[in-house]
């Protein structure tokens, strides 16, 4: 038997518990999943990523980011080399600090090709069960990671995005520290908010109708910020979901109750059946609960209606209700709301423009503002920085400074600039009329620096737009039809088709369902579908258009996609006329017409225009009708359906 020194037995032992800390350092600490797939040692990095703020500081809106939207407690990280994946791996160590951001740390491997790395938070059930297979593309990977959406509402930790990408590979003798990578949740979140100002209406629920079924967790084309532009939706989609009613539980709100999956502009053009939308139930004057229809219709630049993206903020804020809404949920979600109306106040991820060094970042809402021509124009840039202080400096168009640096603002004979207190806000200010005489925009650059950190922000100020010209019948008109009931159609659209004095708005192409074929009682068109400020036009001023000397008839083309026929004061300036110099034209679309059954009729070769009031001679209502060489005002059934283009009193 073999005696051991008491120097080897110390040896030995201390050895046997390495090895078994080794093994149990092994099984504890984060797991590489798939690790043969990838070669090298391991290298250790420490993460730090911030969860987009929902809200920027402004006192106008309402509500914050709460703990469900910003709390991380789940991450994978899926390791790609070429495009191709490779392993997963979990973060540990993960800390919570503040409201927007959260630290982990991860044990990669080392790697001399290009490697991107996507890191997916509180989504380790979907992973798991959808899992990433070796060899699979990002588009793949992105095509498998999806979730089911009941009619549930979502809850919990919201799952969220983001990615960092090392383009000579990943060493594994340095030390990884990386901050400041931006998270982008999967769905977008939906807030009502009744105005203070209206007294004869109490919130009662929330819900979704026509809701996606099914979610992609990682968007398929980011952009840089991280936001993204477009819904990315899984194959295979169908909108059938309706979501179980939130019941509100204060009388005029309901904030961070409701979470929805993406959602694309239906491809029909049947908003009305086919969006998703939201559907409130409420007490009109105290009495039994109605309901009302929410459409999502930012009337922003690439926000079209129906549309829902990804970590967008959607508040509903209620101005005013008139009466009482429809008696079923399900009623209101087939019918577009004429009793109340709403203004939408859509925020993303609000800081668009953000440089970063090794430890700070600086960000803005806009680097490129233009303010009307009118004195006293302003507009507010947001800002974020984990920098304690930077300063505002008058610059050159290449960002080189050419006055002194300052900590409250600026101003010079055009603008005046100012810097909040707190610096969330730089608030730009006209101080003169830029007047149409002058010709020539206003522009100026300032430069936001903070520590080695610059931002180069233009401000332009416009010429002031000259009072438009009356045109016929002494308004102004409408550039384009009405679309959904308070918005206007695209030039190389025409808009909605709607029954006399009701403001529902039908498809202008295929069938439809649901058609009232009762007309509506009255002698004046009371519920209108045009926008804030603008009317349906009198049986007298569409007799003034029609009287106009100008008539171009058009055909489709690349430039129109219906034929249609412009108007105006002359026959040169009517022959003259198009969408990028319209000059005094106008231009109206022949889209056809709805016959008092639903039916569509004369679509490309004929279009009817309603006049607001009867005729009084007969108690009928009109419209104007235009085709190629025939234009007229003659009666019409009130079941029908036509076209709407509004005016505008000066």
Same mark, same amino acid.
């Given at each position: 038997?073999?005696?051991?020194?008491?120097?080897?037995?110390?040896?030995?032992?201390?050895?046997?518990?390495?090895?078994?800390?080794?093994?149990?350092?092994?099984?504890?600490?984060?797991?590489?999943?798939?690790?043969?797939?990838?070669?090298?040692?391991?290298?250790?990095?420490?993460?730090?990523?911030?969860?987009?703020?929902?809200?920027?500081?402004?006192?106008?809106?309402?509500?914050?980011?709460?703990?469900?939207?910003?709390?991380?407690?789940?991450?994978?990280?899926?390791?790609?080399?070429?495009?191709?994946?490779?392993?997963?791996?979990?973060?540990?160590?993960?800390?919570?600090?503040?409201?927007?951001?959260?630290?982990?740390?991860?044990?990669?491997?080392?790697?001399?090709?290009?490697?991107?790395?996507?890191?997916?938070?509180?989504?380790?059930?979907?992973?798991?069960?959808?899992?990433?297979?070796?060899?699979?593309?990002?588009?793949?990977?992105?095509?498998? #990671?999806?979730?089911?959406? +009941?009619?549930? *509402?979502? @809850? =919990? /930790? !919201?799952?969220?995005?983001? &990615?960092?990408?090392?383009?000579?590979?990943?060493?594994?003798?340095?030390?990884?520290?990386?901050?400041?990578?931006?998270?982008?949740?999967?769905?977008?979140?939906?807030?009502?908010?009744?105005?203070?100002?209206?007294?004869?209406?109490?919130?009662?629920?929330?819900?979704?109708?026509?809701?996606?079924?099914?979610?992609?967790?990682?968007?398929?084309?980011?952009?840089?910020?991280?936001?993204?532009?477009?819904?990315?939706?899984?194959?295979?989609?169908?909108?059938?979901?309706?979501?179980?009613?939130?019941?509100?539980?204060?009388?005029?709100?309901?904030?961070?109750? #409701?979470?929805?999956?993406? +959602?694309?502009? *239906?491809? @029909? =053009? /049947? !908003?009305?059946?086919?969006? &998703?939308?939201?559907?409130?139930?409420?007490?009109?004057?105290?009495?039994?609960?109605?309901?009302?229809?929410?459409?999502?219709?930012?009337?922003?630049?690439?926000?079209?209606?129906?549309?829902?993206?990804?970590?967008?903020?959607?508040?509903?804020?209620?101005?005013?209700?008139?009466?009482?809404?429809?008696?079923?949920?399900?009623?209101?979600?087939?019918?577009?709301?004429?009793?109340?109306?709403?203004?939408?106040?859509?925020?993303?991820?609000?800081?668009?423009?953000?440089?970063?060094?090794?430890?700070?970042?600086?960000?803005?809402?806009?680097?490129?503002?233009? #303010?009307?021509?009118?004195?006293?124009?302003?507009?507010?840039?947001?800002?974020?920085?984990?920098?304690? &202080?930077?300063?505002?400096?008058?610059?050159?168009?290449?960002?080189?400074?050419?006055?002194?640096?300052?900590?409250?603002?600026?101003?010079?004979?055009?603008?005046?600039?100012?810097?909040?207190?707190?610096?969330?806000?730089?608030?730009?200010?006209?101080?003169?009329?830029?007047?149409?005489?002058?010709?020539?925009?206003?522009?100026?650059?300032?430069?936001?620096?903070?520590?080695?950190?610059?931002?180069?922000?233009?401000?332009?100020?416009?010429?002031?737009?000259?009072?438009?010209?009356?045109?016929?019948?002494?308004?102004?008109?409408?550039?384009?039809?009405?679309? #959904?009931?308070?918005?206007?159609?695209?030039?190389?659209?025409?808009?909605?088709?709607?029954?006399?004095?009701?403001?529902?708005?039908?498809?202008?192409?295929?069938?439809?369902?649901?058609?009232?074929?009762?007309?509506?009682?009255?002698?004046?068109?009371?519920?209108?579908?045009?926008?804030?400020?603008?009317?349906?036009?009198?049986?007298?001023?569409?007799?003034?258009?029609?009287?106009?000397?100008?008539?171009?008839?058009?055909?489709?083309?690349?430039?129109?996609?219906?034929?249609?026929?412009?108007?105006?004061?002359?026959?040169?300036?009517?022959?003259?006329?198009?969408?990028?110099?319209?000059?005094?034209?106008?231009?109206?679309?022949?889209?056809?017409?709805?016959?008092?059954?639903?039916?569509?009729?004369?679509?490309?070769?004929?279009?009817?225009?309603?006049?607001?009031?009867?005729?009084?001679?007969?108690?009928?209502?009109?419209?104007?009708?235009?085709?190629?060489?025939?234009?007229?005002?003659?009666?019409?059934?009130?079941?029908?359906?036509?076209?709407?283009?509004?005016?505008?009193?000066?």
């Amino acid at each position: 038997m073999r005696i051991f020194s008491q120097h080897t037995k110390t040896y030995i032992l201390q050895l046997s518990l390495f090895i078994i800390a080794s093994l149990f350092y092994g099984c504890s600490d984060e797991t590489i999943t798939n690790k043969n797939n990838g070669n090298g040692a391991e290298t250790y990095i420490q993460f730090g990523v911030m969860t987009t703020n929902a809200t920027p500081p402004k006192s106008l809106v309402k509500s914050g980011q709460t703990d469900s939207e910003s709390t991380i407690n789940e991450i994978q990280i899926l390791v790609f080399e070429n495009d191709n994946y490779l392993y997963r791996v979990d973060g540990t160590n993960i800390i919570n600090s503040g409201t927007y951001s959260a630290t982990f740390k991860a044990r990669l491997l080392s790697s001399d090709e290009p490697t991107t790395i996507y890191i997916v938070a509180n989504a380790d059930a979907e992973i798991n069960t959808n899992e990433p297979q070796a060899g699979e593309s990002k588009a793949a990977v992105k095509a498998r #990671l999806t979730t089911i959406i +009941s009619a549930s *509402p979502i @809850s =919990g /930790n !919201l799952s969220m995005w983001g &990615t960092y990408e090392f383009p000579s590979g990943l060493s594994a003798t340095t030390e990884n520290t990386i901050n400041n990578i931006r998270m982008l949740r999967s769905v977008a979140r939906v807030d009502v908010i009744v105005n203070s100002a209206v007294t004869n209406f109490e919130l009662v629920s929330i819900q979704a109708f026509r809701v996606a079924n099914n979610m992609q967790i990682i968007p398929n084309d980011p952009t840089t910020t991280p936001s993204v532009t477009d819904p990315s939706i899984p194959t295979g989609t169908t909108y059938t979901i309706n979501t179980d009613p939130i019941l509100t539980a204060a009388t005029t709100s309901s904030v961070s109750e #409701l979470y929805l999956p993406e +959602s694309p502009t *239906p491809s @029909s =053009g /049947n !908003l009305v059946s086919d969006a &998703t939308c939201i559907v409130i139930g409420g007490r009109y004057e105290g009495g039994t609960v109605s309901y009302y229809r929410l459409d999502f219709n930012p009337n922003t630049a690439g926000n079209p209606l129906g549309q829902i993206l990804r970590n967008t903020r959607y508040e509903f804020n209620i101005t005013s209700v008139a009466r009482s809404g429809y008696a079923t949920a399900q009623e209101a979600a087939n019918n577009i709301s004429s009793s109340m109306d709403t203004r939408i106040v859509l925020w993303q991820d609000y800081i668009k423009h953000v440089v970063f060094d090794i430890n700070n970042y600086l960000g803005v809402s806009e680097s490129y503002i233009r #303010l009307p021509g009118e004195a006293g124009s302003s507009y507010d840039i947001l800002t974020e920085t984990d920098l304690t &202080t930077y300063t505002l400096t008058w610059a050159d168009v290449e960002g080189n400074p050419s006055g002194d640096p300052s900590s409250i603002g600026l101003d010079d004979d055009h603008f005046q600039i100012v810097r909040s207190s707190d610096g969330s806000t730089i608030s730009v200010t006209a101080i003169e009329e830029n007047s149409a005489d002058d010709d020539d925009d206003v522009v100026r650059f300032v430069l936001i620096r903070g520590g080695a950190l610059e931002l180069l922000v233009t401000i332009i100020q416009k010429t002031v737009d000259p009072t438009p010209e009356p045109g016929p019948g002494g308004v102004v008109w409408a550039e384009t039809n009405v679309d #959904l009931p308070y918005t206007f159609a695209d030039q190389t659209q025409i808009g909605k088709f709607y029954q006399w004095n009701r403001n529902v708005a039908w498809a202008s192409t295929g069938e439809v369902t649901g058609w009232d074929t009762t007309g509506a009682i009255g002698t004046d068109w009371s519920t209108s579908p045009c926008p804030d400020g603008w009317r349906i036009p009198t049986r007298a001023e569409l007799q003034a258009l029609l009287d106009s000397e100008g008539r171009d008839w058009r055909i489709v083309s690349d430039q129109y996609n219906y034929p249609g026929v412009w108007f105006a004061p002359t026959q040169a300036e009517a022959v003259a006329a198009n969408f990028e110099n319209p000059g005094n034209g106008l231009f109206f679309p022949a889209g056809g017409t709805r016959n008092a059954t639903g039916g569509l009729e004369s679509a490309g070769s004929n279009s009817h225009y309603w006049a607001s009031d009867v005729n009084p001679l007969g108690d009928v209502t009109e419209i104007l009708s235009i085709a190629n060489g025939t234009y007229l005002i003659f009666p019409i059934n009130r079941a029908s359906g036509a076209l709407v283009r509004c005016v505008h009193d000066l």
